[in-house]
């Protein structure tokens, strides 16, 4: 499924547009639902357990926090402010759809917390920790993928609606934008000559990272294994050794592809058209608030459309689509600091969603 998905991906405009983790998801739901592949299996239980939890840990391992400094302060006070507003959309969406959800809700006002803080690798991450139903989840992805395309269509036409933004960063803010290229890239091909003495080492730092992170949240129940997680791997990540191995963002990412198209094969069709409605404005309500957050708030403080626009696309689809759009606007001096604060939001992503999940719980 995930090696037709990325072929598809690959040759096909229309489904270039969907991306292979929708496509995969849409796969795994045909196949099982008409019988050709099973809609259970130890294998899918693997891949919503150990396999995502070691795809979060393999991604992360390549956040360096200190180039997150590199982002410079226009483009980072415009990534806090859409970081709140998606905290305070996902609030007003579950107040909105929250009952047309299901019990289920609250999950969902964390997971879209989540993705549209830092993008969706950590979606899934979530997803496991919560224990989100299949069909549930399957919904939101498929609500996530349709409107962060849209999105980016809104921010590439956004500099040009509000006002027009600056041909160049301040001195601060410009950096050179070689090196956030093979950030993004590195999730979908292999920049540097991946050897198998790397790979030993992902993989066996990726489990002691899953194992100790295991023990900690029995030790302390009060924080889930998914933090405990997120926080060792982040913590290795500054390991100058360790974030040279590599290979490690793109193991995961196919992890996180094998895990989608697995989680697909285990919905049944009925029950997402069921929820797909509310869950389609459920994510559709907590991207506008963070829409009108940004920008509303980002101009009243001086903060150009450009930067706006990329800050954005980091928050709702993460470092890739940060380059993706500054490149296609032109706007070179941003590349590097959309990547830097799109890798903050890969590694607060967790911690927000989390946190908004549990507040809306608690007020249930």
């Not at 547009?17 to 795994?28: D, K, M, P």
Request: charged share 10%.
């Amino acid at each position: 499924m995930v090696w037709v998905a990325l072929q598809l991906e690959r040759r096909l405009a229309a489904f270039k547009a969907l991306g292979a983790a929708l496509v995969g998801i849409l796969l795994g739901m045909v196949l099982s639902n008409t019988g050709l592949v099973p809609g259970t299996s130890p294998t899918y239980d693997w891949l919503s357990s150990t396999g995502v939890s070691l795809a979060v840990v393999l991604i992360l391992l390549n956040v360096d926090l200190d180039s997150i400094r590199s982002a410079g302060p226009r483009m980072f006070v415009a990534f806090l402010i859409g970081a709140v507003a998606t905290a305070v959309g996902a609030l007003i969406g579950f107040v909105t759809v929250g009952r047309a959800v299901g019990p289920e809700g609250w999950k969902l006002a964390g997971q879209f917390t989540d993705t549209y803080t830092g993008g969706g690798m950590n979606f899934a991450a979530l997803g496991r920790a919560f224990d989100t139903s299949a069909d549930l989840f399957t919904a939101a992805v498929a609500a996530d993928v349709a409107l962060t395309a849209v999105w980016m269509a809104a921010c590439l036409v956004a500099p040009l609606l509000i006002g027009r933004s600056a041909i160049a960063a301040s001195d601060d803010d410009a950096t050179d934008d070689a090196a956030p290229v093979s950030v993004a890239q590195s999730l979908t091909s292999s920049i540097q000559p991946v050897v198998i003495a790397d790979l030993a080492a992902l993989i066996a730092i990726a489990a002691a990272a899953l194992w100790t992170a295991g023990w900690l949240a029995n030790t302390i129940p009060a924080l889930p294994e998914v933090l405990w997680l997120s926080t060792i791997a982040l913590g290795l990540a500054q390991i100058a050794p360790i974030r040279k191995l590599h290979g490690g963002a793109l193991l995961g990412n196919y992890l996180l592809l094998l895990f989608l198209a697995a989680n697909g094969a285990q919905s049944v069709l009925a029950n997402i058209f069921r929820v797909g409605p509310a869950v389609f404005w459920f994510a559709a309500i907590t991207i506008t608030v963070h829409g009108v957050g940004i920008f509303g708030i980002g101009k009243l403080m001086g903060i150009d459309a450009g930067t706006l626009a990329v800050a954005s696309q980091a928050n709702v689809g993460g470092p890739a689509s940060a380059v993706a759009l500054a490149g296609a606007r032109g706007y070179a001096d941003r590349v590097l600091p959309g990547v830097a604060v799109g890798l903050l939001g890969y590694a607060v992503g967790n911690y927000s969603g989390f946190l908004i999940a549990n507040l809306v719980r608690t007020l249930l």
